[in-house]
């Protein structure tokens, strides 16, 4: 935790409370010493819950503990811990789990299926589990309502600062609050970029319908975004109604009146993912790409990813160099329909390359003073059709190698 | 080029004339001061060619001149410049490509179409030709037998050493001989993850037959290394035979007489492959991965990739840290089948995890001081079949960022 705070870094936003949510933080000693690593939340009764999952075919133990509980689509509370994943751990990694839920449940009286989990950190370590249910009950008895920021802090492991993010939305005419937190800043690729992610409204929405908003919330915001192209085996984003606004009914498929809660959540999602990039390891510039002109929405977003993973385009901007000949190799490297010659780029809004070649009197000089800020543009034109996507990831610096040359140790 | 030699460079070996070939080298001043950066072959009449390229869809013009001659399967000249790899130069590529061709078969007297190019260095600036063609008469009057190890060197772009291969071969009992040289440090992945590689034989083969050999030693070689993920627009394998020894004839399907140069010939191509890795940009260790017990050779090769790719591997790696949970992670994020409860995984011989967990009373010493050598082999096996694949690949290492984020200026 020893690396300076990214340069990119936003302020926490004010997090106020959410009815029917309560909150709170312990240091269990996990791993680290000296700070926070255990949260937990309790929700009311009546909690509907969505959520969705690493596609890493060796997840850990939360995440299939959570995967088997969504189908019942309620929740009564959350267990999360840093700096161990309880990831590849055999037997011992289920039985934490099991463990962890029945502890929790016993404390809110309610069944350990309604108990939701995540764990953050290394991988391929026991979980101290006796730690951690050594702290619940006291934990359990501090839970309180205006706790979000310090849930943020506790659930962070390689980040340098915590993340929130909160909107209002209009259910039927009435406001209701989506707040969510997350954690996360290397082994962050699609599909589920998250790391950890956890959202909080108390709107009263039932669990199908929450899933729909939730799903379609992610592909615009953790599913476009990378770090470092490595895809973390327990990426988790849940997300919990707790049912105390007084909105019109919402029906099992949601519907029309959604639409702004729907958009609300989109855009806390949206926020916390780009918190999540500017908070990458090392990172120093954050780097947009929008890709135009493929043949498919699905090739857009191929491409946009081959260039947001090259090492060679991620070090060019590192280095300021606004090396567009390295953007070409990672169009051509997708795999995907592409022309040379009518391929076109720019760096901040700068068309510097045009149907295949750089473009004649280019004048370098506002590009080179892009590259220099904190915020990069890249747009690529393939000119072959009307698919487009954008996707953020950010440099690749010597920080990287730091924080992740010497993680254990 | 002021970066240091790599730590795992590996001396040229002693390279014999071959019947047939002449070379030579020039310093024309395309990119580089004071030091040679263009190369020149001429091969004896008859001369058969063989070659394979890069995938990415975005090639340089020398690659598509090259693509355009090889099914008339003969050559009689080679031109290699570093610096400038005439990539995204658009319809200039194109011209400078045809423009020294012309100039080398003049000087040849042979058709321009048996004139084969390669360019390697900076992306999207148009190459100057005029001083690739002002120093080719000169160059061309100049050619000897003897001149390897200098083509060798003038290839070189951020490589740190220069990189040459040699084998006997028999062919119906006469010895033949099969030299190679290489270039590449960084933008190297499969497929075809080269640069550039250029071998001469003085065997006498048909060029389909000589096409079958090349295919085959390819897979085992420069389509098992990667560096860093990114794959070039000028990766190139050429393959020339003179036809000076005097053996039985081969046939224009090569067939059984082939095969101990099949295997001489994979012999050279492995081990250029190798030096190349060995001069991964800012390697420091060399990593061998090898996966068994995937559901095919294919699948397992897709792991050995992803987990050759992964940016958390080869971090932990340089930082000497035995992480196998970011090895579980990356077999993981292949996407192939895996059941992370069959999965085991050994470093340096020492299977520290197995069926999903650490061993019982794993003895962590062996594993620690083979981490701090300069050959790192990795192990693992699925548990759920019979395929199996090796790949090779380098650490990333501060030395990478270095290279790559200040390599224009």
Redesign the interface.
Known sequence: MAAPVSPLAVPLPPLAPIAGLRLGVAAAGIRYRDRTDLMMAEFAPETTVAGVFT?????GAPVEWCRAQLPAGRARALVVNAGN?N???????GDAVHVTATAAAKLIGCPAGEVFLASTG?????LPVERLTAALPALHAGLAADRLAEAARAIMTTDTFPKAATRIARIGGREVRISGIAKGS??I?PDMATMLCFLFTDAKIPAPALQNCLARGIGGSFNAITV??????SDTVLLFATGQASHAPVSETGGVILRDFSRALAAVLHDLALQVVRDGEGAEKLIRIDVTGAVSPRSAKRIARAIA????VK??I??E?A????I???????????D??R?SIAIGGVWM?R????VPGYDEAPVVAHMRGREISIAVDLGLGRGQATMWTCD???G??DI??????
């Open positions: 596609r890493n075919r060796c997840p994943a990831v590849f751990t055999g037997r011992a990694g290394v991988i391929g370590e026991v290397g082994m690729a470092d192209s490595d895809t973390s085996t993973d090259s090492p060679l070090t060019a590192a280095g160099d090396n567009w000949g390295r070409v190799m990672a169009v051509g490297k997708a795999g995907e329909p592409a040379r010659d391929l390359a149907e295949g070649t750089v690749l610096t010597h990287y190698i992740n040359g010497s993680y254990r140790s």
